[in-house]
């Protein structure tokens, strides 16, 4: 393996284990959202019923 390559391999694996960590930090600040966009209201629908898929 050349060096290139090993400096891309290192490159590859910090953008993506990076960015896992980085976003479950994030979720682990901040689980739910503390306001929805406008239009976005939280209706609780997942809470009714079981989810039904259409096949």
């Given at each position: ?21 980085g ?18 209201t939280?209706d ?12």
């Amino acid at each position: 393996m050349s060096p290139v390559a090993i400096v891309f391999l290192i490159f590859a694996m910090l953008v993506v284990w990076g960015g896992l960590v980085g976003s479950a930090l994030y979720l682990r600040r901040h689980p739910e959202p503390k306001e929805y966009p406008p239009g976005g209201t939280d209706d609780h629908r997942e809470d009714v019923a079981p989810i039904e898929h259409d096949t």
